[in-house]
């Protein structure tokens, strides 16, 4: 049942990225890539990597894509001469992906990035504690102790780059209004209000 699952799911992924790249609208091969990463994540699932399969659905599929859908859907991008040069560079295009194909063959037929190779690894630089534990706690255990000052790096990095874009884009540029609640709410009526005393004319 295992093997009929994986197929499935395999199939359903193949079909969803070949649409991703020959689908004509940009909000249909966006939601074909949303459907190609949950297929990845069960893929995942079924390979016994919990954490990465948790990770595509809530990281990519719950938060990258939807930003990737919001854009591509407020921009309203003309594909037409994005798809000119389609037929010139596909040779190009098609050596590339071969390449990539056979270095990916070469480094999976090495037999260096197998799971219980990896996980004794994990075992062997935490000095044998939690072999018993899924990659999820290994995981963990790797991240948050041996690898926690690179770990803390990015983090700084990240929210370095957070900083940047919220300042890049709440700078003042000369010429625009800007909102002040603080002097909305300390007006006063005098300084809105004006009444003008008018003498009556007589009509004839």
Known sequence: MELIIFYVFAAVLIFA????????????????????????????????????????????VGAVMVLFLFVVMMLDINVAPLREGFARYLPVGVLVGAAML??????????????????????????????????????????????????EVAAVVLMLAIIAAIMLTLRRRSGTKHQDIAKQVHTRKAERLRVVHMNPEKRD
């Open 17 to 60: 990225a070949t649409m991703v790249i020959t689908a004509r609208n940009p909000v249909h091969s966006a939601l074909f890539l949303v459907l190609a990463f949950f297929n990845s994540g069960v893929l995942w699932l079924l390979a016994q990597a919990e954490f990465l399969g948790i990770a595509v659905v809530l990281v990519y």
């Open 102 to 151: 056979l270095e990916m063959l070469l480094v999976l037929g090495s037999g260096e990035l197998s799971a219980v190779g990896l996980a004794g690894g994990a075992s062997e630089a935490l000095g044998g504690v939690g072999t018993a534990q899924s990659n999820t706690a290994l995981i963990g255990n790797v991240l948050y102790t041996i690898y926690v000052y690179p770990f």
